[in-house]
T-cell receptor, first 116, second 109 residues
Framework: DADVTQTPRNRITKTGKRIMLECSQT?????MYWYRQDPGLGLQLIYY???????NKGEISDGYSVSRQAQAKFSLSLESAIPNQTALYFC???????????????FGEGSRLTVL | QQPVQSPQAVILREGEDAVINCSSS?????VHWYRQKHGEAPVFLMI?????EQKGHDKISASFNEKKQQSSLYLTASQLSYSGTYFC??????????FGKGTMLLVSP
């Protein structure tokens, strides 16, 4: 089984619908992240969490919200999906004791979201 | 601020060498390198911390020039398995990792 699991892996939805992408990890890491990947744009950080009570906005948080339900679970929500949120979404984790550095990121397999 | 990678794409024959560059306008604490194969998640290659460290991963190595805020990834005697998109990520100040747009590498037989 994968250490970082994302569900669903693929989702097609319509404009205006609420969507939740879920991420769970068995690595025991405190830090969790949500990235969005669009062709030619690299990976852009949406939100990150350094522990259950710590949630931070990333570069492109507008239109998204997150919930850190437990150390092992970090969910990304699109309250009202729009077509330009069509993208590949990755959850990632990293270890805590890296000081200022993020440390190695361990990625989930990705969730491909299509908004019609 | 997103680091800038160059070139955007590289096509090599097996056995050839390549260099991928990553530069930032900010003072950097660390540089990360990842490789992503088509349809898969990015996979960590190495971290270079402030101090000019060079790291290696098989025949892939990298350097970090903190004064120039640049890093270079060196792929020596490329193999077919090296094909993919390479991303650099940078950490500056107390920010989290910011990725570049990626460099697509294709190694042909």
């Amino acid at each position: 089984d994968a250490d970082v699991t994302q569900t669903p892996r693929n989702r097609i939805t319509k404009t205006g619908k609420r969507i939740m992408l879920e991420c769970s990890q068995t690595k025991g890491h405190d830090r969790m992240y949500w990235y969005r990947q669009d062709p030619g744009l690299g990976l852009q950080l949406i939100y990150y969490s350094f522990d259950v009570k710590d949630i931070n906005k990333g570069e492109i948080s507008d239109g998204y919200s997150v919930s850190r339900q437990a150390q092992a679970k970090f969910s990304l929500s699109l309250e009202s999906a729009i077509p330009n949120q069509t993208a590949l979404y990755f959850c990632a984790t990293s270890d805590r004791d890296r000081g200022r550095d993020t440390g190695e990121l361990f990625f989930g397999e990705g969730s491909r979201l299509t908004v019609l | 601020q997103q680091p800038v990678q160059s070139p955007q794409a590289v096509i090599l024959r097996e056995g050839e060498d390549a260099v991928i560059n990553c530069s930032s306008s900010k003072a950097l604490y660390s540089v990360h390198w990842y490789r992503q194969k088509h349809g898969e998640a990015p996979v960590f290659l190495m971290i270079l911390l402030k101090g000019g460290e060079q790291k290696g991963h098989d025949k892939i190595s990298a350097s970090f020039n903190e004064k120039k805020q640049q890093s270079s990834l060196y792929l020596t005697a490329s193999q077919l398995s090296y094909s993919g998109t390479y991303f650099c990520g940078t950490v500056s100040g107390y920010s989290t990792l910011t990725f570049g747009k990626g460099t697509m590498l294709l190694v042909s037989p």
